[in-house]
């Protein structure tokens, strides 16, 4: 019975312990990341489709165009407001990285931030470094 | 009473007929609302080049040496990032030279005749008609596409190596390292291959998407031909119309796709 402090310390530092993942991060959350445009792709104005919809389906428009160009020899793609396109990642500068020619401030930035690694790049050749 | 259970009854059936066809209206009304609007569409590049089913022919009369047949080889590595490994065991081909006993092993007996016996003979995947390997992929990585091209999506291999030990002619090698630190020269335009997939010839798939003929065939001097099997005035018909050509280990029955002239 006469064990109540040790019981209560106890639970108290278990509960600092617990919590502390929350308040050892505090304040420090890193601000959304904003990915960099080229100026080719700033003065394109629009990607293949409209930004929101890329922001949240390039990775659904890179899987078509993976398939229709390795498995149906498929490589033109006519956008919603029809629109030609090259389907190519990284082949030439009507390529998604012949325009957005800077990986490490564009693709990299949001997927650093949302622990995303996708394995394009172990295969296919990154653009090389932006020259400033 | 009875009056009331009946028109219960009855209600009860038609509500039950209207929530049933719910759905199938919901479903014609969202396809007509498609159909308005202009979707995304993917078509084949317009220049590509196409065949019903694609050929080769390779003229050997028109080689002595392996140096006539290295500038091929070596159009074909450079253009599809091949590593150069300096260990046998690791080496990666897409073409490559092999002697006549090795490369028509049906065809081969002791007497054969001298040109033959030391001519090197240009060897690569056969796109066959029938592909092993094919069949043997678990993951639909290695496919023959409706031109007869056996092509791989990368993508899909696993590495497991079914193929290899499917195909009959021995025409895919495997990754067993990292190949980039290997390659002297990248091309930045075709892709590298990564640690544990197979890879093969592609009959230059991405060349002919693009209106252009396969990199061995430019690098030839029309030693090789390429073009379509099913169109009876093709200039690989002509070819095998006007000489006498051979395949590799027919009896197989793989229906292989490359023909040599000897
Ligand atoms: S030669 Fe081998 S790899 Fe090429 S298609 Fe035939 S079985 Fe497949
Ligand atoms: S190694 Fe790759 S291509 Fe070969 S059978 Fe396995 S998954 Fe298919």
Redesign the pocket.
Known sequence: MNDKNIIITGLIIFFVFLTFPFWYNLGKASPVPEPKLTDKAKAAKECVEPKEYMKVEHMQILDIWRDGVVREANRVYISKKGKRFNMSLSTGDDSCMGCHSNKAEFCDKCHDYTSVTPYCWDCHIEPPKEKK | MENSRRSFLKLAGISAIGLGTKPVLDAFASSEAHGEKHGPEIFPNQEALTAKRWAMVIDTRKFESEADLDPIIEACNKIHNVPKFKEKRHEIDWIWVDEFKHVFTDLEHEFVDDRLKHLPFLV?????EN????RACPTKA?F?REDGI?LMDFHRCIGCRF??A???????SFNFRDPRPFIKEENKAFPTRMKGVVE??NFCAERLAVGKMPACVEASNGAIVVGDLHDPDSEVRELLKNNYTIRRKTHLG?G?AIYYIV
């Not at chain 2, 690569?124 to 066959?128: A, I, T």
């Not at chain 2, 499917?166 to 895919?172: D, H, T, V």
């Open positions: 690569l995947c056969n796109h066959c592909p092993a390997c094919v290695t023959q056996v193929c290899m499917a195909c009959p002619y021995g025409s895919r093969k010839c793989a292989p």
